[in-house]
T-cell receptor, first 112, second 111 residues
Framework: KAGVTQTPRYLIKTRGQQVTLSCSPISGHRSVSWYQQTPGQGLQFLFEYFSETQRNKGNFPGRFSGRQFSNSRSEMNVSTLELGDSALYLCASSLGQGNGYTFGSGTRLTVV | SQQGEEDPQALSIQEGENATMNCSYKTSINNLQWYRQNSGRGLVHLIL?????REKHSGRLRVTLDTSKKSSSLLITASRAADTASYFC???????????FGKGTRLSVIA
């Protein structure tokens, strides 16, 4: 079966711009989670969506937002980009608690 | 915030040796999971151990869980150069709470 697909793989943006990242989960997985990974902070939880509803949210400013569509595909948006937003953004899908997560290959965002 | 703390931060061993990584966590958990990440790529789920389990095996992997000490260990036996990666533990609490990751152990296996 197809894995978790994240697009694009790489992105370069300028400070102040906004960006939208996309994630297609494994078919049948209704839970989609997003993580930010940086060398200094490690893997930080952004948010989780389940059946189009945001179920959990991490400690990130309101510039970070997301949504989930009826087909479980998810997008995350970062507005007014800052240099510190440069990171690997990872999406993961799951059948639910007690099951492992399947991660996509990530989107490498560089803000210049 | 980090729930799990892996130890050591970095580990370098010869091919064929065993590698042991440890993870400590702070609060009660529903399960603990281990993941591998090759440089700059997504994470791969290795093994999940539930709070009522003490040991689990998968191929060359052996995971133990001690809930009284709030700690887990991952043992990779007969390591190979291809095992070179970062290894993360992650904990899942009860309820629909997110998976929380530690900062990882960077394993280098030298051929």
């Amino acid at each position: 079966k197809a894995g978790v697909t994240q697009t694009p793989r790489y992105l370069i943006k300028t400070r102040g711009q906004q960006v939208t990242l996309s994630c297609s989960p494994i078919s049948g997985h209704r839970s989609v989670s997003w993580y930010q990974q940086t060398p200094g902070q490690g893997l930080q939880f952004l948010f989780e969506y389940f059946s189009e509803t945001q179920r959990n949210k991490g400690n990130f400013p309101g510039r970070f937002s997301g949504r989930q569509f009826s087909n479980s595909r998810s997008e995350m948006n970062v507005s007014t980009l800052e240099l510190g937003d440069s990171a690997l953004y990872l999406c993961a899908s799951s059948l639910g608690q007690g099951n492992g997560y399947t991660f996509g290959s990530g989107t490498r965002l560089t803000v210049v | 915030s980090q729930q799990g703390e892996e130890d050591p931060q970095a580990l370098s061993i010869q091919e064929g040796e065993n590698a042991t990584m440890n993870c400590s966590y702070k609060t009660s958990i529903n399960n603990l999971q281990w993941y591998r990440q090759n440089s700059g790529r997504g994470l791969v789920h290795l093994i999940l151990i539930r709070s009522n389990e003490r040991e689990k095996h998968s191929g060359r992997l052996r995971v133990t869980l001690d809930t009284s000490k709030k700690s887990s260990s991952l043992l990779i036996t007969a390591s190979r150069a291809a095992d070179t990666a970062s290894y993360f533990c992650a904990t899942e609490n009860s309820g629909n709470t997110p998976l929380v990751f530690g900062k990882g152990t960077r394993l280098s296996v030298i051929a």
